[in-house]
């Protein structure tokens, strides 16, 4: 089971990106799947999360009304689109995602999930 985080990138200030969470080994229906991102010398934080049935979002404050997260089932995909983009964002985005029953349920702790990708980076310039 592998998952691919892509789209990470240099950009400014008030700038966009779009992040994609691309999943081998697994389809990710029956998954919920998170965002998480690090900073340098920071802790692995909570960023985006959404349930198994697309239908529950949970977004981190700092990025609520910026971030949005969504999933493709068919495409096999989960994606994580970020406007308005600040310094501070600047950090190495993770996906992760965990099989479960609950269908509803978009968990922003990192012990909710097993699987993880391998990152990718994203600068924010001043």
């Known amino acids: 089971v592998q998952l691919q985080a892509s789209g990470g990138g240099l950009v400014q200030t008030g700038g966009s990106l779009g992040l994609s969470c691309a999943a081998s080994?697994?389809?990710?229906?029956?998954?919920?799947v998170g965002w998480f991102r690090q900073a340098p010398g920071e802790e692995r934080e909570f960023v985006a999360a959404i349930s198994r049935s697309g239908y529950n979002t949970n977004y981190a404050d700092s990025v609520k009304g910026r971030f949005t997260i969504s999933r493709d089932n068919p495409k096999n995909t989960v994606d994580l689109q970020m406007n308005s983009l600040k310094p501070e964002d600047t950090a190495v985005y993770y996906c992760a995602a965990r099989s479960t029953t609950l269908i509803n349920h978009a968990p922003i702790a990192r012990t909710s999930y097993d699987y993880w990708g391998q990152g990718t980076l994203v600068t924010v310039s001043s």
């Open positions: 080994g697994l389809t990710f229906r029956p998954y919920h």
